[in-house]
């Protein structure tokens, strides 16, 4: 994250010192500049890090401080003071102050002083990230799958990831485009930066500008408090760009200039501000036919489409519908707090057949709703909903009219047979090995086959015993 250094010092000499050392990198150094408004200035400035004269501070100081230590942003604060006693110090120290300088200490010894600040700021900064991914960490092999067209998405997934490219990535609704976002950041050279999501269709136009690039004080009605955008907060990691096809073309034009230059000017500033990210954009549009209707524009689609990604829809790689029955389950137990310990064997024929236009999103909704209302311990086909019932209740697995799944379109009776085997291997040797633990001789035994072949089959299938560990 590019940190804000918040300078109100009311001394020339020390500003351009301090601007000519730490301006630049991950650091934003913001002087205030003139008396009568400076406290309110600092106030409203957002900054991360404040180094003020004790002389700006408003009666009753300890007030002062203590607005400060609970601003939004809660900036550690660094005081510069006039007296030398160490009564002074003291009481600063006790009234809420960082750090606590004589105003006089010399400028190297200030310069250092605002550095071991910065340098504990980024500390703080990583470990809130780490804590975030220790709670969701998305990674690539989430996509791991025994279908082909799947198996080609991930290895061009893999070979991209490690880059600096910039990224589109497409595909319907609910297919996990940010869920792949997140795990491509992780998987890069970026992975200790943070990451910043941002839908662009859910805010209203004159709000997604602010919220993309900030605004500073008094830039329009309301903005009582400068605010940081999105690419500054995401500066030194990843910024996700949802619903790319939604934004307005007003916004296309200073998008385009930003992944040209990589700087951005707040809504109400003058200065522009460099950005160091990486930028990975997402649509479920046709983005092609936008350009064509005149709903995008051709430079910027140009720009976002150098490395494109589609991730296949789940209709297309229903064999993997088992593996990921198994997958949601075990994380939804926690979740809805009761121990469902599977589906049966109409209900799974179900999901198998279902066309899922939400996909893998409504695959969890979907579950998750079958454990709330199942009596049994099972989720039966009756706990489904009644779209997903009457695929089966009505004979319709080959549809009305006779006509096959759509992943048999063009497939050999044999071919289908084989896919047919696998995922029936998928399904028995997932619960095998989540009832051993991930112990491959003991599922093994339980399936009555070799280790060494099980071992085969389960790298043929995309199955780790890594993750049946800790289920």
């Not at 918040?6 to 301006?23: C, G």
């Not at 009753?60 to 009564?87: C, F, Q, R, Y």
């Not at 910065?118 to 996509?143: A, M």
């Not at 099972?378 to 009644?386: F, G, K, S």
Request: charged share 25%; glycine share 10%.
């Amino acid at each position: 994250m590019l940190m804000r250094l918040v300078l109100a010092v009311q001394n020339r000499k020390v500003q351009r010192y301090v601007m000519a050392n730490l301006e630049g990198g991950d650091v934003q150094v913001r002087p205030v500049e003139g008396k009568r408004q400076a406290w309110e200035r600092v106030v409203r400035s957002c900054g991360d890090i404040v180094v003020i004269h004790r002389s700006l501070i408003p009666k009753p100081e300890e007030a002062g401080i203590s607005l400060l230590n609970n601003l939004p942003e809660k900036p550690t604060t660094v005081i510069l003071h006039e007296s030398d006693t160490p009564e002074a110090y003291a009481g600063l120290v006790a009234q809420g102050a960082d750090v606590v300088l004589h105003a006089d200490v010399g400028l190297d010894k200030l310069l250092e002083a605002i550095e071991g600040v910065l340098e504990s700021r980024r500390q703080l900064n990583r470990g809130d990230q780490l804590d975030r991914r220790g709670r969701i960490r998305p990674v690539i092999t989430d996509f791991t799958s025994a279908n082909h067209e799947m198996r080609l998405f991930v290895d061009e997934v893999l070979q991209v990831a490690s880059s600096d490219s910039l990224l589109l990535i497409l595909g319907e609704t609910g297919v996990g485009k940010e869920h792949l976002a997140r795990a491509i950041h992780a998987e890069s050279l970026r992975s200790s930066g943070p990451f910043v999501s941002v839908n662009t269709a859910a805010l209203p136009d004159n709000l997604l500008e602010s919220e993309l690039f900030g605004h500073e004080q008094g830039a329009f009605t309301g903005a009582v408090r400068a605010r940081r955008g999105a690419f500054e907060l995401a500066h030194g990691g990843t910024i996700f760009l949802d619903e790319i096809g939604e934004m307005p073309l007003q916004l296309q034009a200073k998008l385009l200039r930003v992944l040209q230059d990589f700087e951005i000017v707040p809504l109400g500033g003058e200065r522009p501000i460099w950005v160091d990210v990486r930028v990975i954009a997402a649509t479920n549009r046709d983005l092609e036919e936008a350009v064509r209707e005149g709903h995008f524009r051709k430079d910027l689609y140009y720009r976002l489409s150098v490395v494109s990604l589609t991730i296949p829809p789940l209709r297309r790689r229903r064999e993997d519908i088992p593996g990921l029955v198994i997958k949601f389950m075990d994380i939804l137990r926690k979740r809805v707090g009761r121990d469902i310990r599977g589906v049966s064997g109409g209900a799974l024929d179900a999901l198998c057949q279902y066309g899922w236009p939400g996909n893998v999103r409504e695959l969890m909704n979907v579950l998750e709703r079958g454990m709330l209302l199942c009596r049994t311990g099972m989720i039966e086909l009756e706990d489904l909903p009644m779209t997903l019932r009457s695929v089966v209740t009505s004979g319709a697995f080959f549809g009305e009219e006779g006509a096959i799944p759509a992943s048999w379109e063009g497939k050999t009776l044999g071919e289908v047979k084989q896919e047919v085997l696998e995922q029936v291997e998928r399904l028995y040797l997932s619960a095998a090995l989540k009832k051993t633990r991930g112990r491959v001789g003991e599922a093994a035994t339980l399936a009555g086959v070799h280790p060494r072949g099980l071992y085969g089959t389960m790298k043929r299938l995309g199955l780790k015993k890594e993750a049946f560990k800790k289920v």
